[in-house]
């Protein structure tokens, strides 16, 4: 049993592997936070030490309560607004007669078996790996029939605590709903560092760490998609936590949209942190008997810094998000026709493409942008999702001929997006998002569809699912290359305008699912001008996100190390591209962009056709690579060997495989240094007890992890090398 009550204290305990929560309900029915760390035993010392004590008349308490009992000192599992509590908070609901005041308290709780879908949401799932329990607390507001649920699903064997929320509006009118974040969470100290993954377009989720100070830090978006300057994942770890040790707090948020991430070091000592929709762009209003779901917040905590945070974070998204299988399920190795030809492509060069493919071993092709409408270059045609003849003749013709050199075949799109100048638009100027009379932004010459309109979802599942239907289609990379401005919907009434941003997100989210339910088979890779749509809410849809536009291996290393805190690498696109690299005209030898990029989805991001013959030969390596450690490196344990918040001179990082049986370095030496030293990594998670082959001598796993393993590399920048452990 992983979720226990005890009556007598109306303590609740939620225990993982090794992760304890606790709250209670106290006398004056508020749900009081007391535990979230290591795991507790036994139900004694935690409502006895709970943090409570009386403090000045500036932090208010209700009437017949006393000042130790004021919300604005406790710590909660639920915080409302504008009656005492003056911190960050859960929720905000403006009722009829013109009052946001929120305030909430415990009326029941279920506990069952399992976990529920979030209906229109990305939603974690209970699987046939490890125990999964779920309790819901039912909250009503103090002056009326206002209900708050709050959920806790505890996914055991992960050390993953899954939070959402929901208001249910049980009152005879309508309500407004300002502010309903997914969890809340407060913790006994201030003493943190504050993890986020920052960047920009082709820099994206850079690992950074800042001292927590007082008052409020943030992460967030505006922008109608998370973005590539902040992905909706946080850390809050102790100020001397490493890789491999100390406390560490890990959040995620299951949303693609505008999302915040905030915590607060409050006046008491302690902080708290509060993830969910972003308030700033948001209201919506719930009719009587209607309920309305927040998406799901994921915590974690490790004792063993941020190497077990990532872990439990791995092995949660891999088993209890992406599904359809393919978070085990081989992926395709592809070539994407980007960055080899851009919009310059006939039928004639991607058979070109294909056949080098096929000859190498590489299994399918992805065409990408340029096929359909008019779209010769980055101005038009988007929306019109019908080939172009001219330019690749008949797209079945086209994948028969590539399916019989024994490729698959993938088509990009973006499903979003509508040009000024297509058919689209000319027949649905009132389907792009903008206010009437007020100028309209441009982003790469295209406007942004209003997917908060079920009739735009419709059109466009069933233009896509046309295409896909037309030719064996087995993979479609779905793109979004701007953010959303003027965001106002023709369709909605004004009172509903807020509504419009977290409306669009369940469009494109219930997109998705249509397109799977059709075609169950079919693989999408999420992509946003690169990782500016990767979080946890598209890896409920999409197994894999391609991590950024930048493509030049040593930038790389940067961002899938930082990315890997909180994402499995499974969930990695990672391509060789040519060099001098397109975004940073750096030169990076062969077999290092193939190392690093076999630490992710793997694939060739090139013209196959203008290969010299020694790369060619490499290729033909690292498709063997490609398929000798795919296990491994998809569903492994990963550990990084240096810090991935720097950007340092030597990299190291390993997969252990779960029996320990085999385990798989990558070494990359990003500036070679004269006369340098000998240099050791350290690998971890072996088995100590086991004897493991490698570089042809026969070690201890406890040898190697307490010795190291001499990494001699090849002289020059960007020089690497890949090296296999076996048990015997
Ligand atoms: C941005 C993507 O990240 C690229 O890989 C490519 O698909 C282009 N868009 C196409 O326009």
Request: aromatic share 10%.
């Amino acid at each position: 049993m992983s979720i226990q009550y005890f009556e007598d204290r109306k303590l609740f305990i939620l225990s993982c592997r090794s992760v304890s929560y606790a709250f209670y309900i106290d006398r004056n029915r508020r749900a009081v936070h007391l535990h979230f760390g290591g795991k507790v035993i036994g139900e004694t010392g935690l409502v006895e030490q709970e943090i409570r004590k009386g403090h000045s008349s500036f932090s208010p308490w209700a009437p017949g309560e006393k000042p130790e009992d004021s919300v604005d000192a406790l710590p909660l599992e639920f915080s409302g607004f504008n009656s005492g509590d003056f911190r960050i908070h859960s929720a905000a609901v403006l009722t009829e007669n013109g009052s946001l005041i929120t305030d909430a308290l415990y009326v029941s709780h279920r506990i069952f078996q399992g976990k529920e879908p979030l209906p229109g949401l990305p939603a974690a799932f209970a699987s046939r790996t490890g125990n999964v329990e779920t309790l819901e607390v039912t909250m009503r507001d103090t002056a009326c029939d206002v209900e708050f649920l709050l959920r806790y699903s505890v996914f055991e064997e992960c050390d993953v605590i899954v939070r959402s929320a929901a208001v249910r509006n049980r009152t005879a009118s309508p309500v407004v709903i300002r502010r309903l974040m997914s969890a809340q969470l407060d913790l006994p100290h201030t003493a943190f560092d504050f993890v986020q993954l920052s960047g920009s377009w082709s820099r994206e989720r850079h690992a950074v760490r800042t001292i927590l100070h007082p008052g409020i830090q943030t992460i967030r978006s505006v922008r109608g998609s998370s973005g590539h300057q902040n992905s909706p994942a946080l850390a809050l770890c102790a100020h001397d936590a490493t890789e491999y040790s100390g406390d560490v707090y890990g959040a995620l948020l299951a949303y693609s949209g505008n999302f915040r991430m905030e915590v607060e070091c409050e006046q008491y000592g302690t902080s708290r942190l509060c993830l969910g929709i972003n308030p700033e762009t948001f209201s919506w209003t719930l009719a009587p008997g209607e309920t309305f779901e927040t998406p799901e917040a994921f915590l974690t905590f490790s004792a063993e810094g941020f190497s077990g945070m990532s872990r439990n974070f791995h092995d949660f998204l891999r088993n209890h998000l992406i599904r359809g299988g393919w978070a085990e399920k081989k992926r395709p190795l592809l070539v994407n026709s980007w960055e080899a030809a851009y919009f310059d492509f006939d039928s004639e060069k991607l058979l070109g493409i294909a056949k080098s493919a096929a000859a190498l071993g590489i299994e399918m092709l992805v065409l990408d942008d340029g096929w359909f409408g008019v779209r010769n270059d980055d101005t038009t045609s988007l929306g019109d999702w019908f080939v172009n003849r001219e330019k690749i003749g008949d797209l079945g013709e086209l994948v028969r001929k590539i399916n019989a050199l024994g490729l698959k075949f993938g088509l990009w799109f973006e499903p979003e997006m509508i040009s000024e100048k297509s058919e689209l638009y000319r027949k649905h100027p009132d389907w792009v998002l903008h206010e009437p009379g007020r100028r309209r932004s441009i982003g790469r010459e295209q406007m942004v569809l209003d997917l908060s309109r079920p009739e735009v979802v419709q059109y466009l599942f069933d233009t896509i699912a046309g295409v896909l239907r037309s030719a064996n289609i087995e993979y479609v990379k779905w793109d979004m290359n701007r953010n959303l401005t003027e965001v106002y919907s023709a369709a909605l009434p004004p009172e509903r305008q807020g509504e419009v941003a977290h409306r669009y997100m369940l469009g494109v989210y219930r997109l998705h699912e249509m397109l799977l339910e059709a075609f169950p088979n079919l693989l999408i890779e999420g992509c946003s001008g690169g990782g500016g749509r990767f979080d946890a809410g598209m890896l409920g849809y999409v197994p894999q996100i391609w991590c950024s536009d930048d493509t030049d291996a040593m930038e790389r290393i940067r961002i899938q190390l930082g990315t890997s805190l909180f994402y499995p690498v499974s969930a990695m696109g990672a391509h060789v591209s040519v060099c001098p690299n397109h975004i940073t005209g750096r030169s990076t030898p062969f077999a290092t962009r193939g190392n690093i990029a076999l630490s992710g989805t793997f694939g060739y991001e090139l013209d196959l056709t203008k290969l010299s013959p020694e790369d060619r030969l490499l290729v033909r390596e690292q498709v063997a690579d490609y398929h000798k450690y795919h296990d491994l490196i998809a569903n492994g344990d990963l550990h990084r060997l240096s810090d991935a918040f720097s950007v340092n001179a030597f990299d190291a990082w390993m997969y252990v495989s779960k029996d320990r049986k085999e385990a798989l370095i990558t070494a990359v030496c990003r500036f070679a240094e004269p006369n340098a030293g000998v240099r050791f990594v350290r690998p971890r998670g072996l088995d100590p007890e086991t004897v493991y082959e490698v570089d042809g001598m026969r070690i201890s796993g406890a040898t190697l992890m307490a010795l190291g393993l001499r990494m001699d590399l090849p002289p020059g920048d960007g020089a690497s090398r890949l090296c296999y452990l076996k048990a015997l």
